[in-house]
């Protein structure tokens, strides 16, 4: 069982930056690929960017690539979101989430969290 908690979500403007944490209890955080998505109303959740287990692979949506960077430290049972060159598009209510591999697609993924509400104005 994995438990995840995000954070750092918040209002900005076009060009800024945010990083949002996802806090994880359980033994077995180091075990689990790690993955972000975000939703809007009315649209389907997407898949934002995952992580494996080590770090050591990373995976972007195109629409992100290039502005937002995955991390994680498994030390701190703790996944990161760098999010920069923010754009009003991106507004969106963002959730983490872990799967037993690296996977993009929502249905893959076992255990998710909260989310958190990151507001980009123009």
């Known amino acids: 069982q994995v438990q995840l908690v995000e954070s750092g979500g918040g209002l900005v403007q076009a060009g800024d930056s945010l990083r949002l944490s996802c806090a994880a209890s359980?033994?077995?955080?180091?075990?689990?690929?790690m993955g972000w998505f975000r939703q809007t109303p009315g649209k389907e959740r997407e898949f934002v960017a995952a992580?494996?287990?080590?770090?050591?692979?990373?995976y972007y949506a195109d629409s992100v690539k290039g502005r937002f960077t995955i991390s994680r430290d498994n030390a701190k049972k703790t996944a990161y979101l760098q999010m920069n060159s923010l754009k009003p598009d991106d507004t969106a209510v963002y959730y983490c989430?872990?799967?037993?591999?690296?996977?993009?697609?929502?249905?893959?993924?076992?255990?998710w969290g909260q989310g958190t509400q990151v507001t980009v104005s123009s």
């Open positions: 359980g033994r077995a955080f180091s075990s689990y690929a």
């Open positions: 992580i494996s287990w080590s770090g050591g692979s990373t």
């Open positions: 989430a872990a799967a037993r591999g690296v996977r993009v697609g929502v249905n893959e993924y076992d255990y």
